[in-house]
T-cell receptor, first 111, second 114 residues
Framework: AQSVSQHNHHVILSEAASLELGCNYS??????LFWYVQYPGQHLQLLLK??????LVKGIKGFEAEFIKSKFSFNLRKPSVQWSDTAEYFC?????????FGAGTRLTVKP | GAGVSQTPSNKVTEKGKYVELRCDPI?????LYWYRQSLGQGPEFLIY????????DSGLPNDRFFAVRPEGSVSTLKIQRTERGDSAVYLC????????????FGQGTRLTVV
């Protein structure tokens, strides 16, 4: 089965700083990749997804992610974070069947 | 329905009791997932249904856990002889066809075993 690693457990940034959250996966076949966000007290919501084509995908709220197949990575980026981006971010991968999640990265943006 | 619905939203039970957690997926979604999320952790995969059948149940931690989806829509996660370590938020998600399509999550059921 596939597995997902997120390198950063907790990231603290000031508003307007740039963000990059790491995600690496382990799977031998064709994968589909996702980033989900969980705002405090809310359910998981999709930020963006990669299925095929352009490896640079753009999602909601100014987020983007780049799929680098040779590195088995799908890092999430945002040029300038806002206080409202404070949340937990999860990388996920699907292969044949199930969807597996990383442990998550907690982002705290200081106003 | 408009989204994935999970009931109850909170469940407190005594150690050793049996519990059932219900998930009502988005209408027309053939794939359904159950996850368990503990504080500070990512969702831990439990089981994946494609229609009525469990396509992958490799995440169920032991034989106290069982899930069904008899008509290919509503699913029930059943936990026998609950233990304090079962306390977590149990998440359900559904997607249109399964692997490779976006999964939509419910709000979860917070299970507390005392």
């Amino acid at each position: 089965a596939q597995s997902v690693s997120q390198h950063n457990h907790h990231v603290i940034l000031s508003e307007a700083a740039s963000l990059e959250l790491g995600c690496n996966y382990s799977y031998g076949g064709t994968v589909n990749l996702f980033w989900y966000v969980q705002y405090p007290g809310q359910h998981l919501q999709l930020l963006l997804k990669y299925f095929s084509g352009d490896p640079l995908v753009k999602g909601i709220k100014g987020f983007e992610a780049e799929f680098i197949k040779s590195k088995f990575s799908f890092n999430l980026r945002k040029p300038s974070v806002q206080w409202s981006d404070t949340a937990e971010y999860f990388c996920a991968v699907t292969g044949n069947n199930d969807m597996r999640f990383g442990a998550g990265t907690r982002l705290t943006v200081k106003p | 329905g408009a989204g994935v619905s999970q009931t109850p939203s909170n469940k407190v039970t005594e150690k050793g009791k049996y519990v059932e957690l219900r998930c009502d997926p988005i209408s027309g979604h053939t794939a359904l997932y159950w996850y368990r999320q503990s504080l500070g952790q990512g969702p831990e995969f439990l089981i994946y249904f494609q229609g009525t059948g469990a396509a992958d149940d490799s995440g169920l931690p032991n034989d106290r856990f069982f899930a069904v989806r008899p008509e290919g829509s509503v699913s029930t996660l059943k936990i026998q002889r609950t233990e304090r370590g079962d306390s977590a938020v149990y998440l359900c998600a559904s997607s249109f066809t399964g692997a490779g399509t976006e999964a939509f999550f419910g709000q979860g059921t917070r299970l507390t075993v005392v």
